[in-house]
Protein backbone atom coordinates (compact mmCIF):
# COMPACT_ATOMS: atom_id res chain seq x y z
CA UNK A 1 0.00 0.00 0.00
CA UNK A 2 1.20 3.73 -1.07
CA UNK A 3 1.60 5.97 2.01
CA UNK A 4 0.13 8.35 -0.60
CA UNK A 5 -3.27 7.45 -1.24
CA UNK A 6 -6.86 7.98 -0.38
CA UNK A 7 -9.30 5.61 -0.20
CA UNK A 8 -13.11 6.39 -0.75
CA UNK A 9 -15.74 4.32 0.23
CA UNK A 10 -20.08 4.45 0.28
CA UNK A 11 -22.12 2.27 2.38
CA UNK A 12 -26.09 2.39 2.31
CA UNK A 13 -26.97 1.78 5.84
CA UNK A 14 -30.25 0.95 6.86
CA UNK A 15 -31.77 1.76 10.30
CA UNK A 16 -35.17 1.81 11.93
CA UNK A 17 -36.64 4.95 10.41
CA UNK A 18 -37.96 6.41 14.13
CA UNK A 19 -34.09 6.41 15.14
CA UNK A 20 -32.79 7.96 12.14
CA UNK A 21 -31.54 11.64 13.52
CA UNK A 22 -30.01 9.64 16.56
CA UNK A 23 -27.65 7.53 13.85
CA UNK A 24 -27.05 10.14 11.82
CA UNK A 25 -25.28 11.85 14.61
CA UNK A 26 -23.34 8.90 15.66
CA UNK A 27 -22.11 8.11 12.31
CA UNK A 28 -21.02 11.73 11.37
CA UNK A 29 -19.02 11.64 14.75
CA UNK A 30 -16.96 9.25 13.02
CA UNK A 31 -13.54 10.86 11.17
CA UNK A 32 -13.90 11.05 7.44
CA UNK A 33 -17.55 10.16 7.30
CA UNK A 34 -20.33 12.13 5.42
CA UNK A 35 -23.64 11.57 4.98
CA UNK A 36 -24.53 12.32 1.24
CA UNK A 37 -28.75 11.45 1.29
CA UNK A 38 -31.19 9.82 3.19
CA UNK A 39 -34.61 8.49 2.62
CA UNK A 40 -37.56 8.04 5.29
CA UNK A 41 -37.45 4.55 5.27
CA UNK A 42 -34.40 4.89 7.15
CA UNK A 43 -31.92 4.52 4.40
CA UNK A 44 -28.87 6.52 4.50
CA UNK A 45 -25.77 6.98 1.96
CA UNK A 46 -22.04 7.35 3.99
CA UNK A 47 -19.11 8.57 2.16
CA UNK A 48 -16.39 7.66 4.34
CA UNK A 49 -12.51 9.00 3.02
CA UNK A 50 -9.58 8.20 4.82
CA UNK A 51 -5.71 7.40 3.99
CA UNK A 52 -6.21 3.95 5.75
CA UNK A 53 -8.04 0.88 4.57
CA UNK A 54 -8.14 -0.48 7.44
CA UNK A 55 -10.05 2.43 9.16
CA UNK A 56 -12.89 1.56 6.81
CA UNK A 57 -13.76 -2.33 7.28
CA UNK A 58 -13.06 -1.07 10.97
CA UNK A 59 -16.24 1.64 10.83
CA UNK A 60 -18.43 -0.11 9.07
CA UNK A 61 -17.95 -2.91 11.39
CA UNK A 62 -18.57 0.27 14.22
CA UNK A 63 -21.82 1.64 12.11
CA UNK A 64 -23.23 -2.46 11.84
CA UNK A 65 -22.68 -2.50 15.73
CA UNK A 66 -24.87 0.98 16.87
CA UNK A 67 -28.14 0.82 18.19
CA UNK A 68 -31.15 0.49 15.49
CA UNK A 69 -28.77 0.02 12.65
CA UNK A 70 -30.36 -3.01 10.75
CA UNK A 71 -27.61 -3.28 8.10
CA UNK A 72 -24.35 -2.01 6.60
CA UNK A 73 -23.84 -2.34 3.16
CA UNK A 74 -20.39 -1.19 1.22
CA UNK A 75 -21.26 -0.52 -2.43
CA UNK A 76 -17.99 1.33 -3.50
CA UNK A 77 -14.45 1.89 -2.87
CA UNK A 78 -11.85 3.16 -4.89
CA UNK A 79 -8.25 4.34 -3.87
CA UNK A 80 -6.72 7.50 -5.47
CA UNK A 81 -3.19 7.72 -5.81
CA UNK A 82 -2.61 10.06 -8.53
CA UNK A 83 -2.51 13.56 -7.06
CA UNK A 84 -1.73 16.81 -8.58
CA UNK A 85 0.02 19.66 -6.98
CA UNK A 86 -2.96 22.21 -7.91
CA UNK A 87 -5.93 20.24 -6.69
CA UNK A 88 -6.12 18.84 -3.38
CA UNK A 89 -7.33 15.19 -2.72
CA UNK A 90 -10.41 15.94 -1.00
CA UNK A 91 -11.65 18.69 -4.21
CA UNK A 92 -11.18 15.42 -6.19
CA UNK A 93 -12.57 13.16 -4.69
CA UNK A 94 -15.71 14.89 -3.82
CA UNK A 95 -16.26 15.91 -7.47
CA UNK A 96 -15.67 12.26 -8.40
CA UNK A 97 -18.18 11.36 -5.83
CA UNK A 98 -21.19 13.71 -6.68
CA UNK A 99 -20.55 12.65 -10.36
CA UNK A 100 -20.97 8.92 -9.51
CA UNK A 101 -24.22 9.84 -6.92
Do not use: C, W
Request: avoid cysteine; charged fraction near 25%.
Amino acid sequence: MSLNEVHISSLVVHAVPQHLNAIKRQIEAFDGAEIYGESEAGKLVVVIETRNQGYITDTIDAINQLEHVLSTALVFHQIESDFDDEVSTAEKSDSKLKDEL
